[in-house]
């Protein structure tokens, strides 16, 4: 158990509609990351907060949006959903940013099937 | 455009003998590269990484090489053991080894065979 935390787990949906992937950070850590794997890209970072301000940003649509919460949990906003939107989705954790990628946590991820 | 390549999409190996996983990177600002490997239903772990000052980095069965000149780097692991059975990523850094932006190859589903 990496200590980090997402809800919910599976998610199916049908294509326009809304979700919200929520993660809590390892406890004491204040940067999360959020990622995207699928079937043909692998893993693509998406974007990073740090105590509630975004730091960096990847490959992220913008039909996404991403928040950090004063608690420092995070939430993934996927909106005007699409058939290739269907993925799996990781949260990760540090400390800090700039911490070495050796010391980023995973969860165990939010796989959203849209059909 | 996939900065990092990890070409084998699974490969199998006997239990006891050596494994070999390869990646390919394009981009030769990248200065850190980091193992990750990833069990069915669990997020990756960091397994092992090396800067780009060094061509060999080990730890235990584990053994990452970098060769700069070609821009590939591969992981040894010997002797291969059931519990090694997992998708291993390849990742490179900008930053030094940051967590910041990592770039993520596909992955290899290692498959030890007893």
């Known amino acids: 158990d990496s200590g980090v935390t997402q809800t919910p787990k599976h998610l199916i949906t049908a294509t326009g509609q809304r979700v919200t992937l929520r993660c809590s950070p390892r406890?004491?850590?204040?940067?999360v990351y959020w990622y995207q794997q699928s079937l043909d890209q692998g893993l693509q970072f998406l974007i990073q907060?740090?105590?509630?301000?975004?730091?960096a940003k990847g490959n992220i649509l913008e039909r996404f949006s991403a928040q950090q919460f004063p608690d420092l949990h995070s939430e993934l906003n996927l909106s005007s959903l699409e058939l290739g939107d269907s993925a799996l989705y990781f949260c990760?954790?540090?400390?800090?940013?700039?911490?070495?990628?050796?010391?980023?946590?995973f969860g165990e991820g939010s796989w959203l099937t849209v059909v | 455009d996939q900065q990092v390549k990890q070409n084998s999409p699974s490969l199998s190996v006997q239990e006891g003998r050596i494994s070999i996983l390869n990646c390919d990177y394009t981009?030769?600002?990248?200065?850190?590269f980091l193992w990750y490997k990833k069990y069915p239903a669990e997020g990756p772990t960091f397994l092992i990484s090396?800067?780009?000052?060094?061509d060999k980095n080990e730890d235990g069965r584990f053994t990452v090489f970098l060769n700069k000149s070609a821009k590939h780097l591969s992981l040894h692991i010997v002797p291969s053991q059931p519990g090694d059975s997992a998708v291993y990523f390849c990742?490179?850094?900008?930053?030094?080894?940051?967590?910041?932006?990592?770039?993520f190859g596909k992955g290899t589903h290692l498959i030890i065979q007893p």
């Open positions: 990742a490179a850094s900008l930053g030094g080894g940051g967590a910041d932006g990592l770039t």
């Open positions: 981009n030769s600002m990248f200065d850190y």
């Open positions: 090396i800067s780009s000052i060094k």
């Open positions: 990760a954790s540090s400390v800090a940013p700039g911490q070495g990628a050796d010391t980023i946590y």
């Open positions: 907060y740090y105590n509630g301000e975004e730091r």
């Open positions: 406890s004491g850590d204040l940067s």
